[in-house]
């Protein structure tokens, strides 16, 4: 194995799931991988190295690497921790100059950074005390609606005429679900009616920190095409995504390990 | 060649801790046993923190402070038990915790810290502060059989209008008749400006020792500051609070003068917003403090910074504590924050909004946005409450707090 001292990894522990990087000098992403959190931060992360190791062939012994995430204090082997705001910035910075707002939305949080000239945040709001505004939301609703969870955006899509939820509150708009079913909306305008309300929350969530396009989205719900046509509509903007938005913070991270090294 | 030494010298600290915290300990002890006896002898009076206490002191009542007894609770982490027993009368978990855990302390004396406060023979409430004070007092009152007296003071924009000022000295006036008749003695004006003076010393020590944080480093930081406000809360009005700010101011500037700071080293300055979280206080800032972080001001200990002006000795004190800030509305507080940041070149600020005190804690959004734009600094709002840990969660308030340090530093 290449040992390599100009690389970079960036480990982002979510509460939902664990992303790790590896990104060369230039910032070439030289392997990735995501995995379920679960019950152990530290065993999700050792798994996310091990497959970077076995992915990039490298051995990453000596290369800098930075945490993040609501569980970044779990990987105590790190040479720092930075929050997941200011990797989230830098992150969308790198594979986007012109954004100045990034609404993440993940698996059990959801946050809205105003970013810097150099990636750096200016502002931000982060919503991780309530699970509306988040991918537990829509989880929550794609069981009651028994879809899986990946074709609930795409169902929603098809809506005709979206059923009115009114409650952004998971435990609320739970119980109008289970009433729109009763009085017979089709299932494709429920989950429209879902992610209209989910993206209702966001927007507000947006609007205290101020919605200056362009505008991206990223976290694991950006890759629902249903949340992303409803958010677009409720801010009046169109929406840049990443290809693979989960890994932002990541990215961040890692790229932030490299400027450590050097 | 360097010679392996087997003993580690000690870890410094990455906080001073003051000499007369100890001064501090001995005043506040004696003032509690002096609230026992008063007690006992049938004059001690509980008073809300924005109460004029320079009358119930000049007619000689102890006054003891259920909001510092709930700081107490805080402190000795057992607020959600005393809540509880609060709760369980029926209370909401949305009452402010300093009632709650007050209200839980009078119930269930034996299983609270001091065995609760003593039993009051008055209780005095000012809405200067929040209107929660009335209807916690009354519930005590139910309890202990203690009468209530309220100094009402409608909220105020702007300058006082002579109808308002009317108002409250006309309250004023009530409460020397409720004083004279409960504690069966008469009214001695010149008493009471006597008080008011001893009253303006102390501040004026006190407030001194907060601008002295205007000095790079700092001498105080959030922590020192709130704790050695007891006696500025507690015992205004007496000799005892002068003796302990003259040694205390004498510190400060001892500190200055070697330039020594309340942290070992300063590297960002922030404004601390609202009560802070008691049963956490020093692991909050101490925490902070080792990454160099220090919060030379805070908008919660400069409340009590009024001087009572020489004259008609109910129409000053009527003047005075209408206009305290809670009871101006929120720009004041605003202008306050800000000129706060800019005289002592404050690089960002916390706000932590107080679940329990809605008051304090309203309109915590807009402020964020207003001071940053006024003043080009960043902040943050954290969440949680002063004495009820159930409502904050540490892991939250960090992320967002070292969120911001990312942003400055
Ligand atoms: S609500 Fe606020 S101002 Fe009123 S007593 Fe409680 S903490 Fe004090």
Redesign the pocket.
Known sequence: MVKQSNYGIGIDVGSTTTKAVLIDSTGKVRARYLLATGASAKKSIQRCLDELVSQSKQDLSGITMISTGYGRSQANFVSKSVTEITCHGIGIHSLNKEIQTLIDVGGQDSKVIRIGSNGRPTDFELNDKCSAGTGRFLEVMAQVLEIPIQELGSLALKAKSPSVISSTCTVFAESEVIGRIGAGDTPANIAAGIHKAMAAKIATLSQRVGVVKPVAVTGGVALNPGFRFYLAKQLQTELWVPDEPQYTGALGAALLAIDTHE | MSQKTTTEPPKEKAYRKLYTSKLLRETMTLHILSTKTASQNGRLVWV???FPVEIPVAFDTVAAYP?QY?AIVGSEKCGPLLCGFAEELGFSQEL????RSSIGSVKKPEQSPLTGLPIPQALLACNN?????LG?YEAVSEMTGAPVYLVDTPPLEGDQPPHHLAYVKSNLEGLITFMSETFNQPYDEEKLLQVADLSNTAVNLWTKSLEACKNKPSPLNCADRFLSMAPIVALRGTQQAIDFYQAFYGEVKERVKQGLGAIREERVRLLWDN?PPWFTIYNFFNTLAKKGVVFPADSYTHAWSANIPRGEALESIAQVYSKIW?NKGLSAKIDKMCNLIKDYELDGFVLFS?R?????SLGQMVTKEVITRRTGVPGVIIEGD?VDSQQYNEAQAETRVDALLEMIL
Do not use: D, F, Q
């Open positions: 809300t923190s924005g909001e709930g402010c915790s300093y009632a502060i929040c209107g929660t004070v916690w009560i809670l107080v329990s005190c809605k008051r304090y002063m």
